[in-house]
């Protein structure tokens, strides 16, 4: 199984940490690949509609190459921080130019990871959880999980034993 990660976090902390234990559990059972949001050069949609979500973005930039990716894929990862009671902007810009194939990533197997400093009953989870639900009944994804873990410490969460033999076994699960 191919899976796509697209990692939200512009620094090497807590979410790289989550993403390297879900793909230590996976082993050689999924192809990994793990795109850095951070490192692409993808403008804002202009909402132009040429590409009548399938064409492809008419920009000259990272986004059709990064969202071929994402097509073709049996399975993509979201994860991201939390940056103020949201995704990080780097990651919400990588949905965003999804549009232009749109139609090609109906029915996609999705997951999605959140690290935050608040606990995991704040607001700022739920928010996500519920923009997650929204594009996944928009495009009929198929969420396979959503965890959310907390974690103040930059590297708070390589320390929480249970929280990575989760993961690892998250990644062993998905088929």
């Given at each position: ?52 979500c399938t064409n492809g973005c008419v920009a000259k930039d990272d986004t ?24 990080t902007a780097q990651l919400k810009l990588v949905i965003d130019k999804c ?55 930059r590297d708070e969460l390589a320390g929480n034993s249970a929280a990575i ?11």
């Amino acid at each position: 199984m191919k899976t796509v990660i697209v990692n939200g976090s512009p620094r090497k902390g807590n979410t790289l940490t989550a993403i390297n234990a879900y793909a230590e559990g996976a082993g050689k059972a999924q192809e990994i690949e793990v795109i850095n949001a951070d490192r692409l050069n993808i403008s804002g949609c202009k909402g132009c509609g040429v590409c009548q979500c399938t064409n492809g973005c008419v920009a000259k930039d990272d986004t059709n190459t990064t969202i071929d990716k994402i097509v073709a894929a049996d399975m993509v990862i979201f994860a991201t921080p939390v940056y103020w009671w949201g995704m990080t902007a780097q990651l919400k810009l990588v949905i965003d130019k999804c549009y232009c194939r749109g139609v090609l990533l109906k029915g996609k197997k999705i997951g999605v990871l959140v690290v935050g400093g608040a606990a995991t009953d704040n607001v700022e989870y739920t928010l996500i959880k519920k923009q997650f639900e929204c594009i996944a009944a928009y495009l009929n994804w198929d969420i396979r999980f959503y965890k959310d873990y907390c974690a103040t410490g930059r590297d708070e969460l390589a320390g929480n034993s249970a929280a990575i033999e989760e993961l690892k076994e998250l990644g062993a699960s998905m088929e």
